[in-house]
């Protein structure tokens, strides 16, 4: 059983270890770099990639986590999670930081102030089963991605205008909107399936 970490420094890390905990792996609270050592993969919650930036420099969690990425290890970004694994960010506070990893481009709370929450049904690219329900808080979207970034789904953007909002490069997978608040358990199994090198 791999053991799958979540980054617990700030915003819905208990609502992805009950969808993880459902799953063959072993979940852990990463809050140290001793905790990230002994994990095999990392979820990075949704909640508010300014603070959670803040908070990983604080923590001395910034370079370890950059640099386990480098090194390969499998993470995947839900929302807030999404910005931190950014190599590029618009919109973005003077001093915030990321992890990277993901050669795209995310734009914070890209959807607008009439869509600040909705959720729709997206089809994702390698899911069986029909489209996923996606719930987006004050959600990002990719604007830009680099040659070895796979798009795996996207939705109309406020000016109808398709928007990328999940994508995969590697090991790393990162998504717009929030699988851990609606019960269905594809996108982490995919994640677990990506730790076990299935996937
Ligand atoms: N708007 C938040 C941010 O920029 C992300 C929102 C979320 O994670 N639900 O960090």
Redesign the pocket.
Known sequence: RPTIGVLALQ?DVAEHQRVLDTLDVHTVKVLSPEHLDTVDGLVI??????T?SKLAVRYGLLEPLRKRVRAGMPAYG????M?MLADRILGGTADQETVGGIDMTVR??AFGRQTESFETGVRIGALDGGPFDAVF????WVEEVGPDVTVLGAVPGPDEAGRIVAVRQGGLMATSF?PELTGDARIHRLFVDIVKGLA
Not at 78 to 81: D, H, I, K, P
């Open positions: 915003g919650p949704g909640g508010e990639s300014t959670m839900t929302c807030a999670g910005i914070r709370n808080i004050r959600a990002p929030h």
